[in-house]
């Protein structure tokens, strides 16, 4: 299984990026996806989370980003709006996928993508 990544980039505060995960490889199901983000020094922290139908974000992108998910595609979505410096981070794709070698699920993870807001 293999998550790949793509968007992020450099932006100003107040604008907007969009980052996106497909899923590829052998699996059965796809329980989970999601986001988390690294800022240097602090420690990875969930961002946004798909779970069957539910979403979540946390409190401290609520109203600014919004993650979405294509089943067909296996791709989860986050979208970023009203950015601010303090969502710089290097933002990594997860998913909590069942295979053949892990039956009740594993937690994969996406290379890690750049997101930096700065003017």
């Known amino acids: 299984v293999q998550l790949a990544e793509s968007g992020g980039g450099l932006v100003q505060p107040g604008g907007s990026l969009g980052l996106s995960c497909e899923a590829s490889?052998?699996?059965?199901?796809?329980?989970?996806m999601g986001w988390y983000r690294q800022a240097p020094g602090k420690a990875r922290e969930l961002v946004a989370t798909?779970?069957?139908?539910?979403?979540t974000v946390v409190d401290s992108v609520k109203g600014r980003f919004a993650i979405s998910r294509d089943n067909a595609e296996n791709t989860v979505y986050l979208q970023m709006n009203s950015l601010k410096p303090e969502d710089t981070a290097v933002y990594y794709c997860?998913?909590?996928?069942?295979?053949?070698?892990?039956?009740?699920?594993?937690?994969?993870w996406g290379q890690g993508t750049q997101v930096t807001v700065s003017s």
């Open positions: 490889g052998t699996f059965s199901r796809i329980n989970a």
């Open positions: 798909v779970i069957g139908g539910s979403t």
């Open positions: 997860y998913a909590r996928i069942r295979t053949s070698t892990f039956p009740i699920g594993n937690t994969f």
